[in-house]
């Protein structure tokens, strides 16, 4: 085997939960990947499905949504549109032959900041798991 | 079926002589004759004079007053040996002859036992013996051959009016109650007869429980929209409720009621609901107020029952005697019912005739039948001795009426017309003995505590005529009482909400009629002519008659009477309390009353 | 519908459903009456009002409180039967009553001046014609009075001639009894029985520190306003005793609930707390005794304006001699609030200190641990424990009632590690604070968050703590969540500053990253308007249009318009496109 295959993950983070846990997880120095390429957006509501099929066509093998706490929203319940639609486009990824797997929906506050790394950790690993999106397609 | 070679009817067997049945299946178990001779327990034959009372069949043999002690030789002499035992037949009276046949003794052959044929000759729990006497035939005919508007022409036809007293047509009701706007319609038998020495009813629904549910369900289906029907009845008839429960239980088994009774679309149901003793609430609305769980007192009339009666809804009440009426009509024909009584009384009453005459007893009579009739005939007269003053009909709403009126025709219009009424079939014979006024203050004893207490004519009117009256018997009584007591008796009558109030004044209207020399003798004279007021009584012993047997002395419980043996005894007046125990007790007639 | 009648010899109109004495009081024909009154169903039990009615040929008596009008019915109000009948009915009155004003001054009318029979009881007011019952139980509802017993022997009087908590000494017998036969008697104890630790009456003052202090009128349970539901608005001059005696002339039936409209340029939500309702923890039996009350109940019960003035009563009306005040009731359990509400150990200890100053009982307190951070509130703490109260360390599991009416309350002792049952009079659940029941309603009114626990979400919980996510809109104090009172007044001092720097500067900064609309491509659909949670997007002239003064710029519109038409300033799709397209080819 050549070198060792690393998933570049795609992270919409809302800016008053996920932005600021994963801020805080940097200052407090917790140990993460460097696979996780943060975008940041006002709320997760703004991330629109063709923004995830934009990040997948631009080369990323996964994609994490993340945001508030249902209750929690910055915006009241802009991440209630996000929970709509999130799963909506998983069910349709299948079509395009990207394994639905590779998109993710997290919620994950302020205060959350070793929640924060679990959750890429763990996308991570799947990812890694699932190989590159490239050969999945070619497939 | 097992057939007997004979049946033994015992009526009377609830109340004072519980061991006679036991007694009666006991012999006959030890004689091993239990697979020819059936012994059956009917409800009240009706001739409580005469009780306990035992009818053999198919000889017809009626035996009176029979005890324990007189089991074995029935069994012997009758049951076995086909011979009668003379000494317990009936005694004609006055001829002193005995009479062994039940339809040749004169209490019963002078009657007309049609509503009543059934109560002490079939067995009242056993659907089986009402269906093998005719019963559900009624209802089968108008199940199977009649429309509802049929039976309610038939009903109309037949001229029968309520039998609870106020005698309204009975198919009137039905059919305004028919055709009265409501949800659903209700139909309520009344069973709680309240009135003094009335027991109609509930010989009705003890021993034939059956004609009334049949009756009623007959009602149902002629009114129709009537799912439900209740039977009121006192909580003082345990016997009847248990009976008409178990026939209820009886005939929804039997699919004679319940859900699609006999395969029609037609479905009834009769529930019973205990009343708590209230005399008020055989009242119509004060009934139905109770049915709906709430306090049962009158209320104004203005609307009638058959527009909005229990829960709002139409509803046909009427007493259970009229619901028993029901069958017989259907299977008799309207037009043959008709014939039976006068122009506007249509049909037999019972009545129940107590009082002072011989043979005391539930009867049932044609309608028109002269009160002398009903007295002399199947009452077998005044006792020994005495003579007939007044009969009080219709309980404590009714009247006295005079004995000069005794060939006063019993219809509805005629005991009106004279200051009474039918009421729901009390018959209280009274002789010279009675007191006219106490009979008057009895009455509104009874009322005063009977009266919802509602309306302020009513209730306090009954009181103040009564506390008049026990002036007028305790000898303090004025002239000026009687007007008042006029007046106050008039108001009653006219201002009161209810008929209970309306006619509680007429045992006082109906004295104060016929006998107001017995008032004035209490008022001018202080004396009771009858005797029986206390207050204006002496008992003396006569000395001619007295010959000092101590009876009374050994008797009297006040210790008042004495006397040495063989000589003359004397009562001591401020002692003696006027019980009467000695004058009851003394076998030579020696003590006065005056 | 209108019908005529005669009435004397008058041709009158009259409603169809009217009575009578309706239409004779209205055509101005006296009948007298006793047992009538406008507000009441008519019962006919005096027959005073008799009349002469006939109709149809036929003539008979009868009440015209009952009677119904009808057309062409012929009614006669003083036939020489009439009048005897209601001689004879004021005779048999005066004869039970005959030292009743009203009784003597209706006889004297008809020539009796005199009673005709002894009265049983020369003191009896009572003619037993069933006003107050209905009252009581038609108009006010308290089903205390009614009438027992029959004929002569009938009474008027609560259920078995006992005194009753059921009776709310309200007055409205006292007020309709035409005889003056009912007094009220106000006693401590019966006033607290009467209605456990809540308003007495109808009209109230709220409670002693109310702003304004004054009184209230409760409308469901006032009998005018009863009425005046019961007869659709028609009737309206039942009881009135609060109008009467009130000598300022300050309270006015007519006064209506009014809608105001105000523009302000600031709204501070203190929509406040609601009590934890006991009956949600079923185990500690609230509602199955008077003597198990809330901590609210205990504070109204020791208030010198409350039903008891202050002195701690059981509801028998004496003195507890054992009192149980359980921690934690509703709070810090999986089963009901997860969270602590802050207030409930203090409140607590007051009241322990309260009843051991007033009464001297024993006081068990049942607690998890002891929350008393703050100043001086350690100190208090510790004076409580030497006061004498007893601490169970352990959370109070199960209070039930027993046969005597005794409160057994048992919990486990963590200290002791053994269960402990305690047998006392008055059990005090330390209720904790949860939000309001309409606060949903409240939060998407003013746009503002809302929390799982239904407490209002500020801006920031440690740097924004009074703010909220609309602008403009402040929270203070326990609508945010649970706190005290020096808490909740420095929340509301910092709402009010928060106010009037808003309001002193005369202008907003608002952010730049706000929405935009492209009304060339909008199509003006509609869907991004619902899902604005600021209600910031309306239709102009069929496109949508964003107000920048509300939008918060959360792009929600922007991801959600099908036709692209919506871009959000500082995060376009462009450029968070190219952040991602960029990111990703450099690694």
């Not at chain 1, 093998?61 to 802009?78: A, E, P, Q």
Request: with cysteine; net charge negative; charged share 20%.
């Amino acid at each position: 085997m050549g070198v060792e295959f690393e998933p570049r993950i795609i992270a919409f983070m809302c800016n008053w939960c996920t932005y600021a846990a994963a801020d805080t997880a940097g200052v407090s120095r917790m140990q993460q990947s460097l696979n996780v390429l943060p975008i940041r957006v006002m709320c997760s509501g703004r991330v629109s499905p063709e923004m995830v099929l934009r990040a997948f066509r631009a080369g990323a093998d996964g994609v994490l949504v993340m945001g508030c706490h249902i209750g929690d929203c910055h915006y009241s319940n802009g991440n209630h549109r996000t929970i709509k639609r999130m799963p909506l486009l998983r069910n349709l990824l299948g079509y395009t032959g990207i394994n639905p797997e590779r998109l993710e929906l997290q919620w994950v506050s302020g205060a959350e900041a070793p929640r924060f790394v679990e959750v890429t950790e763990a996308f991570i690993a799947k990812i890694r798991q699932l190989g590159p999106l490239s050969q999945e397609v070619m497939e | 079926m097992v057939e007997y070679r004979a049946d033994v009817l015992v009526g009377c067997e609830h109340g004072e002589h519980p061991d006679l049945v036991g007694a009666l299946k006991a012999e006959i178990e030890r004689r091993n004759l239990g697979a020819e001779i059936n012994v059956v327990e009917t409800g009240c034959r009706g001739f409580c004079a005469m009780g306990p009372i035992l009818l053999i069949e198919p000889e017809g043999i009626i035996y009176c007053a029979v005890k324990a002690a007189d089991i074995p030789e029935v069994v012997e002499e009758t049951l076995v040996k086909g011979r009668v035992v003379e000494r317990l037949a009936y005694q004609e009276p006055v001829t002193h002859q005995r009479i062994c046949h039940y339809e040749d003794i004169p209490f019963y052959h002078k009657q007309m036992r049609l509503v009543l044929r059934n109560c002490g000759m079939v067995d009242p729990r056993s659907i089986e013996e009402y269906i093998a006497s005719g019963g559900y035939s009624a209802l089968e005919k108008v199940l199977t051959t009649m429309t509802p508007d049929e039976v309610i022409q038939a009903i109309t036809v037949s001229g029968l009016r309520g039998r609870g007293g106020a005698g309204f047509p009975t198919g009137r009701k039905w059919s305004s109650t028919k055709h009265a706007h409501g949800e659903c319609r209700y139909i309520v038998a009344n069973g709680d007869e309240g009135d003094p020495g009335a027991f109609m009813d509930r010989s009705m629904m003890e021993g034939d429980p059956y004609a009334i549910l049949e009756g009623m369900t007959i009602g149902a289906y002629a009114i129709e929209n009537v799912r439900e029907g209740y039977i009121y009845v006192r909580d003082e008839y345990p016997l009847a409720v248990e009976n008409l429960r178990l026939a209820i239980e009886r005939a929804t088994e039997m699919g004679l009621l319940g859900d699609h009774i006999l395969g029609s679309d037609f479905s009834f149901h009769i529930k019973i609901v205990r009343g708590a003793g209230a005399f008020v609430c055989g009242e119509s609305s004060a009934l139905m107020q109770s049915l709906e769980g709430s306090v049962g007192e009158p209320r104004p009339k203005h609307v009638h029952a058959t527009e909005s009666g229990l829960w709002g809804q139409p509803t046909a009440l009427n007493n259970v005697e009229t619901w028993a009426n029901v069958p017989l009509i259907i299977n008799m024909g309207a037009g043959e019912y008709a014939k039976i009584g006068t122009t506007n009384s249509k049909g037999t009453k019972a009545f129940c005739l107590v009082g002072k005459v011989r043979h005391t007893g539930l009867i049932e009579v044609p309608m028109g039948m002269t009160l002398r009739e009903i007295v002399y005939d199947i009452g077998g007269g005044p006792q020994e001795g005495r003579e007939i003053k007044a009969i009080q009909t219709g309980g404590p709403s009714g009247g006295c009426i005079p004995s000069h009126l005794l060939d006063l025709p019993v219809d509805y219009e005629s005991l009106a017309e004279v200051g009474s009424m039918m009421g729901s079939g009390g018959m209280i014979v009274m002789d010279d003995t009675n007191c006219m006024v106490d009979v008057a203050r009895y009455f509104l004893d009874f009322l005063k505590d009977e009266s919802c207490g509602k309306c302020t004519p009513c209730r306090e009117g009954i009181k103040r005529m009564l506390d008049i009256l026990t002036k007028i018997v305790t000898g303090n009584g004025e002239m000026s009482d009687l007007d008042k007591l006029e007046r106050i008796a008039r108001t009653v009558q006219r201002a009161s909400l209810c008929a209970l109030g309306k006619t509680s004044p007429n045992p006082v209207l109906s004295t104060l009629r016929y006998y107001r020399d017995e008032y004035e003798a209490h008022i001018l004279q202080k004396r009771c002519p009858a005797g029986v007021c206390r207050d204006l009584i002496t008992y003396n012993i006569l000395e001619a008659k007295c010959t000092g047997c101590g009876r009374c002395l050994r008797n009297c419980p006040r210790k008042a009477i004495t006397g040495e043996r063989r000589k003359l005894h004397v009562i001591d007046q401020a002692l003696c309390i006027k019980c009467g125990i000695c004058k009851e007790n003394c076998v030579f007639d020696a003590i006065e009353v005056s | 519908m209108s019908i005529t009648l005669t009435i004397d010899g008058q041709s009158v109109q009259a409603e169809e459903g009217q009575t009578v004495l309706e239409v004779a009081k209205r055509a101005g024909v006296t009948i007298p009456t006793l047992c009538y009154h406008p507000a009441l169903e008519p019962l006919g039990a005096c027959r005073l009002c008799v009349v002469e009615v006939i109709q149809r040929g036929r003539s008979q008596i009868v009440t015209s409180c009952t009677m119904p009008a009808e057309p062409g019915m012929e009614v006669r109000t003083s036939t020489p039967a009439v009048m005897e009948s209601r001689r004879t009915v004021l005779e048999l009155l005066l004869s039970r009553c005959p030292n009743v004003p009203v009784i003597q001054q209706l006889a004297a009318q008809y020539g009796v001046t005199e009673p005709p029979f002894e009265a049983d009881d020369p003191n009896e007011k009572c003619i037993l014609c069933g006003l107050c019952v209905r009252a009581c139980n038609d108009l006010v509802g308290a089903h205390v009075l009614n009438f027992s017993d029959r004929g002569i022997s009938r009474v008027i009087g609560p259920a078995f001639m006992e005194k009753t908590r059921d009776c709310i000494g309200c007055g409205a017998c006292t007020i309709v009894c035409p005889t003056g036969a009912i007094e009220i008697v106000l006693e401590k104890e019966a006033l607290y029985a009467a209605k456990p630790l809540g308003p007495a009456s109808a009209i109230y003052v709220p409670f002693l520190q109310a702003v304004p202090r004054v009184p209230v009128i409760d409308t469901d349970a006032c009998i005018r306003f009863r009425q005046q539901a019961r007869t659709n608005g028609e009737l309206a001059d039942a009881c009135g005793v609060c109008q009467l005696l009130c000598e300022a002339r300050a309270i006015d039936y007519t006064q209506q609930d009014e809608e105001l409209d105000i523009e302000v340029g600031a709204v501070v939500v203190a929509t406040g707390f609601a009590d934890f309702d006991p009956y949600l923890a079923p185990q500690y039996s609230f509602g199955k005794s008077p003597n198990i009350i809330t901590g609210i109940e205990f504070e109204r019960l020791s208030n010198s304006g409350g039903p008891t003035e202050g002195e701690i009563l059981t509801a028998e009306g004496v003195p507890p001699k054992s009192v149980a005040i359980l921690h934690c009731v509703g709070s810090r359990d999986k089963h009901t609030n997860k969270y602590c509400s802050r207030v409930c150990c203090m409140y607590a200890l007051k009241q322990a200190h309260l009843v051991r100053d007033k009464t001297g009982a024993d006081v068990f307190e049942f607690y998890m641990d002891i929350r008393a951070p703050g100043k001086s509130y350690e100190e208090f703490y510790e004076r409580v424990q030497e006061e004498g109260v007893h601490f169970i360390r352990g959370k109070g599991a199960e209070v039930t009632v027993q046969p005597d009416g005794k409160l057994l309350v048992k919990g486990e002792d963590a200290d002791l590690s053994r269960v402990v049952a305690v047998s006392v009079d008055m059990v005090i659940l330390g209720t904790g604070m949860t939000a309001q029941p309409d606060a949903a309603e409240v939060s998407h009114l003013f746009g503002i968050g809302c929390g799982n626990e239904g407490f209002f979400t500020e801006a920031h919980p440690k740097l924004r703590p009074v703010e909220t996510n609309t602008d403009g809109v402040y929270l203070a104090g326990t609508c945010q969540g649970p706190r005290d009172v020096p808490d909740t007044v420095a929340h509301a001092n910092a709402a009010a500053a928060e106010v009037l720097a808003l309001l002193t500067k005369g202008e907003v900064v608002i952010s730049p990253a706000t929405a935009e609309v492209n009304r060339d491509k909008c199509v003006g659909c509609g869907d991004c308007i619902p899902v604005c949670p600021y209600t910031a997007i309306a239709r102009v002239d069929g496109k949508a249009q964003v107000n920048a003064a509300l939008c918060k710029g959360c792009g929600t519109c922007v991801a959600t318009c099908p036709s692209g038409a919506i871009e959000a300033l500082h995060f376009t799709d462009e450029q968070i496109v190219a952040q991602i397209e960029g990111v990703l080819k450099w690694v």
